[in-house]
């Protein structure tokens, strides 16, 4: 949550800033602010709303300046309005600061500050850190870098921070713990961001700052990464491997709608390499050297939140079907805080699109303490998450930048498929043709979503269309379908605000059924799988009672097509790839449905990409 990004060199800051907060809008968009240094003196501008609002506020203002940071703000402490926003000053207006993360305790410092005179414009956590660097600097008499590393000594909590003194005009100051935070390294240049979107077109050598860490950018160039508590730190620069196209729309009105089309080509980049169906074998060399604990582990357990526990949930399904291994899974936030007894014996799997969810992160911390292995499946490249794992897969999708995520969960489903393949070609409990099959199956999945995409798109915008307006949906499906019926809902609530359930169908009749009515759309996945008939049987159930049924069925199916209202037709796959593609239409269903009740699809309200914070 929240997105900061710094500027130091040559070239007027403000357009930097602006650029970068555009990039990081989908981490918050509560409010955003800049703040330029200039001739000695700091030009301060926020908005609530949006950064293309603090744009129009900018508009007739003085914005130069070579050196300056800017934030983008998902609300914690104090309501999203213009005083909460960032960069917040200190007391003399001296040094200013952005802050991602959350002070934890701020009420005992600002309590002390309050006592000294200080005065606080704003209900926010991060005025507090500013103003307690002031007083330590007063105090010291010491630079402004001295004065951050001993206050960063003093808070307790999650930050990445950029800040700046209006006395030490060629100075630019970074640090994090974590949140995280990247430094870009240009030409007598240096850029700070919470990821390496708002630096990508300037330079592609980049650090990852680590936790407690913090660097001192002069102007001339030099530089210094050193620890919190004053360690010298040698930087280890690294090439970065995005590129600008990958974080731009592409011609379409939304990134989610580029990012569900880009579905055939994220699937494949994830499966690309890692696949031999000639041997029947699976190349997962982010596991190899932990292979023998793998296969002799009592449990896996799988941590993750949102859209990634879904994923997490048809692992589940796939490791106990496919690989015959004990699973469990659960939600990262709940099992950090509900004593879980696990030990050495256990492996922990950490699902996480950006590698920066807190509570995913702290669940991993936690495990680690109990001296479980840390597995870290993860999009972003770098990310806390994978640093913090023992081993791990990319899931190389790509940069998603909607906030509700598409591409990435299919990415995740698709390597999580190859893991639970993986583990049984080791323990033997598939055969070589089997996996052969599955194989072949996973690799004409992209073409497979480019069907889906090609043939359904309109017949789900004018479905969209008839079921704008509802004020529910049910989505229900069984055995692999179950857990691609709930990411149906979430995708729906997320992005239309329409309240939606997920459920396995055959509980629908111990409390949803009481909700169907005439009006109820009902959408049921009844592809493929022994479940057929079933679910089916559920369709009835519903039909009986008038809801109206949206079905995804695969081509050809006559039964279905008599009791549906809708038919969305889909192809054939295995049972365990079948949630993959019944994903499309129902992201394509959330989309436009979102798009007709006239939501911001790419950001929607309260929700961030990142979550940084517990
Ligand atoms: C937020 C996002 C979701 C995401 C969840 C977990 O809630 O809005 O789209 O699924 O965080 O994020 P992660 O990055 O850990 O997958």
């Known amino acids: 949550m929240c997105g900061i990004v710094g500027y130091i060199g040559s070239r007027e800051a403000y357009p930097i800033l602006i650029k970068g907060l555009k990039r990081l809008e989908y981490r918050g968009y509560d409010s955003a602010g800049v703040a330029m240094l200039q001739d000695g003196n700091i030009t301060l501008i926020k908005e609530k709303g949006k950064v293309s609002d603090l744009e129009g506020l900018a508009s007739s203002s003085n914005k130069s300046g070579s050196l300056g940071i800017g934030h983008t703000r998902w609300a914690t402490h104090g309501p999203p309005n213009q005083v909460n926003a960032h960069p917040h000053a200190s007391q003399s207006g001296d040094i200013v600061l952005i802050h991602n993360g959350i002070i934890e305790n701020y009420a005992t410092i600002k309590s002390v500050l309050t006592s000294k005179g200080y005065i606080f414009r704003s209900d926010t956590d991060t005025e507090v850190l500013v103003m307690l660097i002031e007083e330590i600097q007063k105090n010291e008499k010491c630079d402004i870098a001295k004065a951050v590393r001993l206050a960063l000594n003093e808070v307790t909590g999650a930050y990445a921070i950029a800040v700046f003194s209006k006395k030490e005009p060629d100075v630019l100051i970074g640090a994090r713990k974590g949140s995280p935070l990247i430094l870009g390294i240009g030409e007598k240049e240096f850029f700070l961001a919470s990821d390496a979107s708002p630096v990508i077109e300037y330079t592609k050598k980049v650090v990852y700052i680590n936790d407690e860490e913090m660097v001192v950018l002069q102007r001339n160039g030099e530089f210094e990464l050193k620890t919190i508590q004053n360690e010298r730190k040698t930087p280890y620069i690294q090439e970065l491997e995005l590129k600008l196209e990958a974080i731009e729309k592409g011609g379409y009105e939304h990134f989610m709608l580029k990012e569900i089309h880009e579905q055939p080509k994220s699937i494949y980049d994830s499966v690309r390499g890692r696949v031999d169906i000639e041997n029947g074998k699976i190349k997962l060399g982010g596991l190899?050297?932990?292979?023998?604990?793998?296969?002799?582990?009592?449990?896996?357990?799988?941590?993750?939140?949102?859209?990634?526990?879904?994923?997490?949930?048809?692992?589940?399904?796939?490791?106990?079907?496919?690989?015959?291994?004990?699973?469990?899974?659960?939600?990262?936030?709940?099992?950090?805080?509900?004593?879980?007894?696990?030990?050495?014996?256990?492996?922990?799997?950490?699902?996480?699109?950006?590698?920066?969810?807190?509570?995913?992160?702290?669940?991993?911390?936690?495990?680690?303490?109990?001296g479980c292995l840390i597995l870290g499946i993860c999009n972003v490249v770098g990310s806390s998450i994978p640093r913090a794992s023992d081993?791990?897969?990319?899931?190389?999708?790509?940069?998603?930048?909607?906030?509700?995520?598409?591409?990435?969960?299919?990415?995740?489903?698709?390597?999580?498929?190859?893991?639970?393949?993986?583990?049984?070609?080791?323990?033997?409990?598939l055969s070589k043709s089997r996996i052969q099959e599955y194989l072949t199956e996973l690799e004409l999945i992209p073409s497979k979503i480019e069907t889906i995409l090609s043939e359904t798109e309109s017949q789900i915008k004018a479905i969209a269309k008839e079921y704008k307006d509802a004020s529910n949906f049910l989505y229900l499906g069984r055995g692999y379908n179950f857990p691609a019926a709930l990411e149906g809902a979430l995708k729906l609530k997320e992005i239309s605000y329409i309240h939606a359930e997920g459920y396995p169908a055959a509980e629908m009749k111990h409390g949803p059924i009481a909700l169907i009515d005439d009006e109820m759309p009902v959408v049921f996945l009844v592809n493929n799988s022994s479940a057929h008939e079933k679910t089916i049987s559920n369709v009835q159930e519903v039909a009986a009672r008038k809801g109206q049924v949206i079905a995804i069925a695969n081509k050809g199916d006559k039964v279905i097509a008599g009791m549906a209202k809708h038919v969305i037709e889909i192809p054939e796959t295995e049972d365990a790839l079948s949630p993959i593609l019944a994903s499309i239409p129902l992201q394509l269903l959330s989309y436009y449905i979102a798009i007709e009740r006239g939501c911001n699809v790419d950001q929607p309200r309260n929700l961030a990409k990142s979550v940084t914070v517990e």
């Open 391 to 429: 081993a791990g897969c990319y899931t190389h999708a790509g940069p998603e930048i909607g906030v509700a995520s598409t591409k990435a969960f299919t990415s995740q489903v698709s390597v999580l498929f190859l893991v639970a393949l993986w583990i049984a070609e080791n323990k033997g409990t």
């Open 288 to 370: 190899e050297e932990y292979e023998n604990r793998i296969m002799n582990s009592r449990r896996i357990i799988i941590v993750a939140c949102g859209t990634s526990w879904h994923a997490g949930l048809l692992a589940e399904y796939m490791i106990e079907d496919l690989a015959r291994a004990n699973v469990e899974v659960e939600y990262a936030s709940e099992f950090r805080y509900r004593n879980p007894v696990i030990d050495k014996e256990d492996i922990i799997i950490a699902i996480s699109q950006s590698g920066e969810t807190a509570d995913t992160l702290a669940a991993i911390e936690m495990a680690k303490k109990q």
